[in-house]
């Protein structure tokens, strides 16, 4: 193949790993193209152990290249993601600007008083994910502050483990206990009502911001049990349902609402004028378990639609990919779900950065930790938190 032919015969490719095994594929299946050169950039990627995350924790991490934005932003595996936790915020921040200026101001106060000064409302959305994963050149200070810790004492908080038995109907058992995302959240609207002190308050500002985009994300609320997919990890939140060792029914779900960092800005206009709060009149609860319990019954139709339209393949262990038509829907629920995260997230912080008021939702009488839980303080002498992305450069990283 020569250089003139590059472009024709499609041998320059960029996106996800999938989409370039694809693309040669289809190079070696159409003939002799001559000699190939494949190169592969992977920027500080991110290990994403879900196992750790428990039972519906994210697969084992999968590589993913950066297309726009390749010089400026290093690529990370995917997380819902943390470019769809930064639309989120900065959503709910334009709302309460709109709505709600003395919120708007308070907000900016706790984020202004940050110690480690973590940045702007989308980059504390992020943070919490971070932690788990710390940027390989930044681990050290996050070692130092004791966000590592931290990381690995709230992983259960990001999610709720939900069985889902095909062709159940009925409102589903939602499991109790404090390790839940119907724990962690509570307590920290606890904690950012309380404001005990300048960390501890942006701490739990960054899980407030972060974990109602988690509770808004179908898979954060479910997990499959079938034959294949058994107690007690299931499928850990769609990460063991894969089509390819690059993608997964959980990471399909999880970059739906912003795959780039060039791409936030844009999103958190596009949904702000596609979903006005009209949208949502008939959403009402504040009720956290309501919530949960809705993601859930959106993950049955995410499961119903894969499973009808695509085929397992027992040696494998992988199922066939899902159709356009299916990622399209996705897509739209997704972005659906996250404008509905931002309202009620907007909420949340009307109630609780209010003057004298405890703000947090109830939980259904299941799961209020005690505020501070899980906090590791970081004493005095920790170095600050560098090298943050700009909302605009945001690495990208694979969740549960």
């Not at 991110?46 to 196992?51: L, M, R, V």
């Not at 924790?57 to 993601?81: F, H, I, K, Q, R």
């Not at 009720?287 to 499961?303: G, I």
């Not at 404008?339 to 009488?365: F, I, M, P, S």
Request: contains cysteine; neutral net charge.
């Amino acid at each position: 193949m020569n250089e003139g032919d590059k472009v024709a015969a499609g041998a320059t490719f960029s996106g996800s790993l999938h989409d370039i095994f694809e693309g040669i594929h289809g190079l070696l299946k159409s003939g002799n193209p001559g000699p190939l050169r494949v190169v592969y950039i992977e920027c500080g990627a991110a290990p994403a152990t879900n196992g750790a995350d428990s039972g519906a924790a994210g697969a084992a991490g999968v590589p993913a290249t950066s297309t726009g934005d390749m010089a400026g932003s290093p690529a990370y595996t995917l997380e819902w993601n943390l470019q769809g936790h930064a639309v989120i915020a900065y959503m709910a921040e334009q709302i309460l600007q709109d709505e709600a200026p003395e919120t708007y101001r308070a907000l900016l106060d706790v984020i202004a008083a940050d110690p480690f000064n973590r940045g702007d409302v989308g980059e504390l959305a992020m943070w919490p994910d971070r932690i788990k994963h710390p940027p390989p050149k930044e681990r050290d200070t996050y070692q130092q502050n004791g966000w590592i810790a931290l990381g690995k004492q709230t992983q259960p908080w990001h999610f709720i483990d939900i069985p889902y038995h095909p062709g159940t109907t009925g409102e589903p058992e939602i499991p109790g206990g404090d390790d839940t995302i119907l724990g962690g959240l509570p307590s920290q609207l606890a904690v950012l009502a309380a404001r005990p002190d300048p960390e501890r308050t942006a701490n739990a500002l960054g899980f407030v911001l972060h974990l109602v985009g988690d509770l808004h994300q179908p898979l954060h609320c479910a997990c499959l049990a079938t034959e294949h997919y058994k107690a007690p990890k299931f499928d850990m939140g769609g990460n063991l349902v894969t089509w390819s060792k690059s993608s997964s029914l959980h990471a399909l779900w999880d970059d739906s609402v912003a795959a780039k960092a060039s791409q936030v800005a844009s999103t958190t206009a596009k949904l702000l004028e596609k979903f006005p709060r009209s949208a949502f009149d008939r959403e009402t609860s504040q009720d956290l378990t309501d919530w949960a319990r809705d993601s859930h019954m959106v993950a049955r139709k995410a499961y119903d639609r894969f499973l009808a339209e695509t085929t397992y393949d027992a040696q494998t262990q992988r199922y066939t990919a899902p159709s356009k038509a299916y990622r399209a829907w996705a897509l739209d629920v997704c972005q659906e779900r996250a404008a509905l995260a931002a309202y009620r997230l907007a909420d949340l912080l009307v109630k609780t950065l209010r003057a004298g008021g405890n703000g947090h939702a109830k939980a259904g009488g299941n799961g209020h930790a005690k505020a501070g839980n899980g906090h590791a303080k970081a004493g005095n002498g920790h170095a600050k938190a560098s090298g943050t992305a700009t909302a605009t450069g945001k690495p990208k990283r694979r969740r549960r």
